[in-house]
């Protein structure tokens, strides 16, 4: 029997031949919209952009978004007639997504920074060391690989023009980006973590933009029937070209793959424009906190992945008369103003949030923000249209209703596996939230006054340490380490490295990063903010956490904010200053045994320096700061003189 060789099946061989035969698709408006901005009148970069993007995608047609809530509902229309969203009736105007079980989180080792020379984007490691620190890839080599897998990739889909501003429309703080996609759902998600609209194009006028490419891969080619997750594990790519400012990204649909002003612009491009410009693009939450007398201060805060920055963002303080007001929960970008006061803005619109552990004690104001216009990805249903996963228990009574869990099962709480998947998330509007500040849209941003770094240390670092001075908390910053999450592809509770809670955002070398940041305190006139550490995550010997966490954490912020006024209330330690006996609120708590909260034995500090001296040896054996490694000597003569 004649065989038709696997290569004439494949996609790209189909592509290829369109592309020889010259059965080119044109650039028209799809029919299947109603609204779209009109491709001609799109300014001159932007529409070869478009028709360029197009052409080479083989894109069936092409519709340019106006952000409107009719262009919104029939894209969900068509996403439910095509299965692949149901209409949550418990909620209004919300929806669950099931992904493919293969594309569930950010793919950090499939994830490059492009460049010329390798030594822009990464450090160079120790011989025979695998660097860690970003993946870098030669930039003309990328682009080649990337060309091949983009020719044809839209064969049978719409190509969507998505314009977006990271920031208030029109605030000279922000940036505008044009994603091009093939995901209807990715579309709808840009719309709640970005601002999109026509608006943006008008903003635009003439200028230059970050060029955001993006394609599911999975082109419907011949007669090949789409699937209800379109991707392609198997050769996805996460591309970032900073110095042409853009993204190419193939293969994964979800969350940071995917959502390209997120990870891709809002830190990686924007960390080496911020560089460029002498500003700050960072992994932080912002919080305004006012105590009971009716003073307010800002913090930012930077945690890795799934450490905790949603839940402080918008936490309930358990303290009384004092209150939190969320300005941003995952990214912060920071300058300096005339006046020589750090300034932040939330270059996002919406929360990309954790699910699982999100109930009405750990953060009622997330369960109160996604009650409408939510998509969920990822986390179970119930039969009565609602929603479920680990951590609802208490809250969401099961008798009388079938769950299905994510993978489209049905589950019980004897199922032995989890309802909803670790990093499953609910995207959701900011200006939903119960306790949005009301300066979260400020052009100026609001006045910085704290930096918190955190992480997830079963042990060793204290619930919460001040740094020395500016120089100490750069070190504290790049010496962070935390446990590995669900975010991305890591397996396992192993303790990674997590400088600035940005090892898989920076967008340029690490070594020049830590300069950078430590170069700040040079600039005359500039009232530094304190920099802080803080950890919820300590264990006790069954290995339960010690700390109760969530609205309790409203004493640590206590705390931060007297030592903001110079409160005399701190103590020196090898780590740096923890608070003095009783000057940390503890009334009204469970019996908790607060000296293992704050326990440093000489060895297990040994140990944390040893591990930072060999990462530091190992992965910037040449680029380290000469006043971080001063920092470490000092750490570990403190350590030795305990
Ligand atoms: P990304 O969106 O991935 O950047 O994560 P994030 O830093 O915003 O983390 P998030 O606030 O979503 O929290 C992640 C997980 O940590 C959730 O399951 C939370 O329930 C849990 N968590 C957050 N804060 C605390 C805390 O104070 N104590 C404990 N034990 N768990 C917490
Ligand atoms: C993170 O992983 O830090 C997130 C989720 O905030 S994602 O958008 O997928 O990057
Ligand atoms: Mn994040």
């Not at 905790?308 to 300096?336: Q, Y």
């Amino acid at each position: 029997m004649f065989r038709v060789p696997q290569t004439i099946l494949s996609s790209r061989w189909y592509a290829y031949t369109a592309l020889k035969r010259s059965i080119l698709p044109a650039v028209s408006q799809t029919s299947h919209l109603s609204g779209g901005v009109s491709v001609d009148s799109l300014q001159s970069e932007l529409k070869n952009f478009v028709k360029e993007s197009a052409r080479l995608c083989n894109a069936k047609d092409v519709y340019v978004c106006d952000g409107s809530a009719t262009e919104h509902n029939s894209l969900v229309a068509k996403l439910i007639s095509d299965g692949r969203l149901t209409k949550l009736d418990k909620f209004e105007n919300s929806y669950l997504v099931r992904t493919d079980p293969k594309d569930v989180a950010r793919v950090e080792s499939r994830t490059f920074m492009c460049t010329d020379n390798k030594s822009d984007s990464v450090p160079t490691p120790a011989d025979g060391v695998k660097g860690t620190l970003g993946n870098w890839a030669d930039a003309t080599s990328m682009r080649r690989e990337l060309k091949d897998k983009f020719t044809g990739c839209m064969t049978g889909r719409t190509l969507y023009v998505i314009p977006f501003s990271m920031g208030p429309v029109g605030s000279p703080l922000s940036k505008i980006g044009i994603q091009l996609t093939d995901s209807e759902y990715v579309v709808c998600s840009m719309r709640i973590m970005t601002r999109v609209g026509a608006n943006v194009l008008n903003t635009l006028g003439s200028d230059s933009f970050v060029k955001c490419l993006h394609s599911v891969g999975y082109p419907l080619f011949g007669d090949r029937p789409d699937v209800h997750w379109p991707c392609n594990p198997a050769d996805t790519v996460i591309t970032q070209f900073p110095k042409q400012r853009e993204i190419i990204s193939y293969g994964s649909g979800y969350g940071g793959n995917s959502l390209l002003g997120k990870k891709c612009f809002a830190l990686r491009i924007a960390s080496c424009i911020a560089h460029d410009e002498g500003w700050l693009a960072e992994h932080m939450l912002i919080l305004g906190i006012t105590n009971p007398q009716g003073v307010k201060k800002y913090v930012a805060a930077a945690f890795p992945s799934a450490c905790g920055k949603t839940n402080l963002a918008m936490m309930l303080p358990s303290l009384p008369g004092w209150k939190v007001e969320c300005v941003g929960d995952d990214i912060a970008w920071m300058r300096f103003d005339s006046n020589g006061q750090l300034r932040a803005i939330n270059p996002e619109n919406g929360f990309f949030g954790v699910a699982p552990g999100t109930n009405m004690s750990s953060n009622p104001n997330a369960m109160k923000t996604i009650l409408k216009n939510t998509i969920f990805t990822n986390v179970a249903h119930t039969s009565d249209g609602g929603v479920y996963w680990e951590g609802l228990e208490k809250e969401v009574p099961l008798i009388g209703k079938e769950v299905t869990s994510w993978l489209g099962d049905p589950w019980t709480p004897d199922s032995g596996k989890p309802a909803a998947h670790p990093n499953s998330r609910f995207c959701t509007p900011s200006s939903q939230c119960p306790v949005i500040d009301p300066a979260w849209e400020d052009p100026k941003g609001v006045p910085i006054e704290a930096i918190i770094f955190g992480g997830r240390r079963p042990d060793t670092i204290p619930l919460v340490y001040e740094s020395f001075n500016w120089s100490h908390g750069v070190f504290v910053g790049a010496s962070m380490r935390s446990e590995a999450t669900a975010a991305a592809e890591h397996k396992g509770r192993v303790l990674l490295h997590d400088p600035f809670a940005m090892r898989p955002f920076f967008g340029y070398n690490f070594g020049k990063y830590m300069k950078y940041w430590h170069s700040i305190q040079e600039r005359p006139g500039l009232t530094l903010p304190k920099i802080f550490h803080v950890n919820w995550f300590r264990k006790d010997s069954e290995g339960k956490f010690i700390w109760p966490g969530f609205g309790e954490n409203s004493r640590v912020l206590e705390w931060i904010f007297k030592r903001v006024d110079s409160e005399d209330i701190a103590q020196s330690t090898p780590i740096g200053y923890i608070p003095k006996p009783g000057s940390l609120t503890t009334s009204n708590l469970p019996p908790i045994d607060m000296d293992s909260l704050f326990h440093m034995p000489q060895t297990e500090l040994r140990e944390e320096v040893e591990a930072v001296r060999t990462y530091f040896k190992q992965q910037v054996p040449n680029e380290l700061p000469e006043a971080i490694g001063q920092q470490l000597s000092d750490f570990s003569e403190r350590v030795e003189n305990m």
